[in-house]
Structures are given as C-alpha cells and as structure tokens.
Nanobody, 125 residues
C-alpha cells in the first residue's frame, strides 16, 4: 500500500500563488506516476497534472498550462504543485494520487490506485 498526505492548501486572492505538497509512504518503490486532481462543488473530479516518477515526464490540463508546475523530490517521496496566477475558478479540493501499475506516462483517473485526503484551495476574486 501507499499512503499519501497532502498539505499547503488555503485561501488566496486572485493572482496569488500557493504550493501544495504530497508526501508518499509505504510501497513508494512501486510508484509509476503521481498526479494532482481537483474537485469543485457540484462538479466531477478532474485531472490537473501528472508526473512520471522515474523520468519526470509531465502533462497538464489546458486550463492550468503556463500557471501550474508539478515537480518531485524522489529522495523525499514528495510531489509538489506550484500554482501561480490563481483564478477563482481554480477553487476546489485538490487531491494527489499515486499510480502503481498502469505503466503509462499519462494514466487516466481510474488507473490511480491511491488517493490523498484532499486539501482545500480557495481563490477569492
């Protein structure tokens, strides 16, 4: 199993920045990719970004390209989400997730095996 603990959410004004962290423990040697997803009230959970654990290949949703950056520190088993130029529409609960078995650089949502508890990000206008 893999346990994921997120931190770094909060309230920020539009145009501001936040950095989320997600630290993994357990079978971290099995991780193929780590992703960030978000879910706004009344909406489905949506993909934000993902990073391949071994070679760092990244993918981003169009809505966050150029504003958000995913990075990782393998030694700390931690993935980060730097969010800049935040907009009110970025308001959501953000979840990190670990994919162990898909072998894909861009796993779909249902391929992720473990999820964090979520952290609230609120962007005021």
């Amino acid at each position: 199993q893999v346990q994921l603990v997120e931190s770094g959410g909060g309230l920020v004004q539009a145009g501001g920045s936040l950095r989320l962290s997600c630290t993994a423990s357990g079978r971290t040697f099995s991780i193929n990719a780590m992703g960030w997803f978000r879910q706004a009230p009344g909406k489905e959970r949506e993909f934000v970004t993902t990073i391949s654990w071994n070679n760092g290949i990244t993918y981003y949703a169009d809505s966050v390209k150029g504003r958000f950056t995913i990075s990782k520190d393998n030694a700390k088993n931690t993935v980060y989400l730097q969010m800049n130029s935040l907009k009110p529409e970025d308001t959501a609960v953000y979840y990190c997730a670990a994919d162990l078995y898909s072998g894909s650089y861009y796993p779909p949502l249902d391929e992720y095996d473990y999820w964090g508890q979520g952290t609230q990000v609120t962007v005021s206008s």
